[in-house]
Nanobody, 126 residues
Framework: QVQLLESGGGSVQDGGSLRLSCVVT?????????FGWFRQAPGKEREGVAD????????RYTNSVRGRFTISRDNSKNTVYLQMNSLKPEDTAIYYC??????????????????WGQGTQVTVSS
C-alpha cells in the first residue's frame, strides 16, 4: 500500500512560482514506483502534467507545461516534487500526485497509476 500527501499549493500572481511536494509512505523502496502529477480544473477532465521514471532518469511533460515545470524525486527522502515556474492563470487547478508500478508509453495516462493523493489547490491570478 502507498499513501501520498501533497503540499505546497497556494495562490500566486501570473508569472509566479510554486513548488509542490508529495511525501510518500510505503513499505517498499520508493524506487519501486514511477510517479506522476495530474491536475483537474473546475469543469474540466483530469489532465496528466508530468511523470518520472523509477530511477529518475526520464521525465516527461505535457506540451502546455514543458519548459516551465520540472518533476523530480528524492528517493532518500521519499518525496516527489513539481517545480512550477512562469505560472499562468490556466494552470489553476487541483494538483494530484500519483504512484504506479510501470512507466507507461505516454505521459499522463491515469490508468498507469495505482495510488493517488488527496490533492493540493493551485490558483494563479492575472
Amino acid at each position: 500500500q502507498v499513501q501520498l500527501l501533497e503540499s505546497g499549493g497556494g495562490s500566486v500572481q501570473d508569472g509566479g512560482s510554486l513548488r509542490l511536494s508529495c511525501v510518500v509512505t510505503t513499505g517498499v523502496p520508493l524506487s519501486s514506483y514511477t510517479f506522476g502529477w495530474f491536475r483537474q480544473a473546475p469543469g474540466k477532465e483530469r489532465e496528466g502534467v508530468a511523470d518520472i521514471s523509477k530511477g529518475g532518469g526520464v521525465d516527461r511533460y505535457t506540451n502546455s507545461v514543458r519548459g516551465r515545470f520540472t518533476i523530480s524525486r528524492d528517493n532518500s527522502k521519499n518525496t516527489v516534487y513539481l517545480q512550477m515556474n512562469s505560472l499562468k492563470p490556466e494552470d489553476t487547478a487541483i494538483y494530484y500526485c500519483a504512484a504506479g508500478r510501470q512507466f507507461g508509453n505516454t505521459v499522463g495516462r491515469a490508468s498507469d497509476f495505482d495510488f493517488w493523493g488527496q490533492g493540493t489547490q493551485v490558483t494563479v491570478s492575472s
